[in-house]
């Protein structure tokens, strides 16, 4: 579900160096590969999407397969391998990123595929240097992610340096020169990644980031032929103890320009100020996020993000509109009869000129029938209110998915 699967991006983050510190230790290359682990996930799943403007219903019976392999430590150095193999078993869906006037777009390709492959090290202090083809997910996805939500997920090839030698600081730089997007389009790229967060109380983070990228072509529809663009913020985000609750909040400054290139009008800001109470298995809280225009040429993108997490999950705002957003929204979540429930409620405006968007409301449940096994059924409505002109319309649209976690 998206708010726990935000909520959990950092702390899988924050768990990833001393889980691979972790790893069995291995006296040699051959007992590193025989005390290794099998990695294993199966995720069908069927899609529904109404949507006004289309001529027929899509509907999408997909299967993903992980399947790979992580050896133990030797001397410092791991290795992970893995496969990914999307299956559709029907056809009365659009798959790719082109419009289709039949059916609307399930982004869920055929895909067969090495999803991930590269080295760990970890002789250094405090560190792990990782090379290769990978998943990242960086704090809670919004600029950095995987995708995890599609079937194909975005893994990028390249380097990844993770530091800890400072009490409750992580520092990471990364540089990558290839990108595979969730339509398994692969991209030559130019991406740095400047990070650095700190714990400065449980559950309670500051983070400065800066994060650059040369691609002409990022895959969102801005009308420029060059979307090269450098993105630089501060986020914190927490939970304060006061009593038997947890006062939740979160404030977000980032700016975006262009970069190596890139087309001059990218000038755009983004801010998310949020606030909420947590008490036992349940909260609620209230948060505005706003991607800025830049006088209603461009909007503020997030190339790089998970953005299905964000402004509602129908993913009609995958690409920010010129004139921008602000996003204003209610979440709630609790667990009830062994089920973990969630619902948001939103009203989307533009930064620029005075447009409704519409609204949205989004609902979701998750069951765990085993530790391996767990079942979700999720629920998305956007209500068009301005009817805009073309391609830049945001119709009614009703999403529901049913899906089925197997993990090994």
Known sequence: MKSWCVGATAMLLSMSLSAAQEQPAAADPLEAVTKGRLLLNLRPRVEWVDQDGKAENATAFTNRTLLGWQ???????????????????????????????????????????????????????DTRVRFGKQSVKLDNVRFVGNVEFRQVMQVLSGAMVENRSLPNVELNYAHFDRIKNVYAIQRQTDIDLVRAAWTWRPDNILVGFAY??????????????????????????????????????????????????????????YSRIGAGVGF?????????????SNAGV?????????????QGWADLFLTTPAQGIRDVYLSAGTALWDMQLITEVHDFRSDFGSIHYGSEVDLGASHAFTKQITGKLEFAYFQ????????????????IWVTLIYQW
């Open 71 to 125: 050896t133990a430590v030797w001397k410092g150095l791991s290795a992970t391998a893995q496969l990914i193999d999307v299956a559709n078993f029907n056809d009365t869906f659009n798959e790719g990123p082109a419009a289709s006037p039949r059916y609307p777009t399930i982004a869920d390709p055929d895909n067969t595929d090495l999803n991930q492959i590269y080295l760990d090290y970890t002789g250094l202090p």
């Open 212 to 269: 650059f990228q040369d691609q002409p072509d990022t895959g969102q529809v801005t009308g420029f032929s060059n979307n090269s663009n450098r993105i630089a913020g501060v986020r914190a985000n927490g939970a304060w103890p006061v009593g038997t609750m947890k006062v939740l909040y979160t404030a977000e400054l980032a700016r975006q320009d262009s970069y190596a290139g890139g087309d001059g009008r990218i000038d755009a800001s």
């Open 280 to 292: 036992g298995k349940s909260f609620v809280r209230v948060d505005y996020d706003r991607l800025g």
């Open 298 to 310: 461009y909007g503020f993108q997030t190339p790089l993000g998970t953005n299905h997490l964000f």
């Open 384 to 399: 068009e209110s301005d009817r805009l002109a073309g391609t830049a319309r945001k119709p009614d649209t009703t999403k």
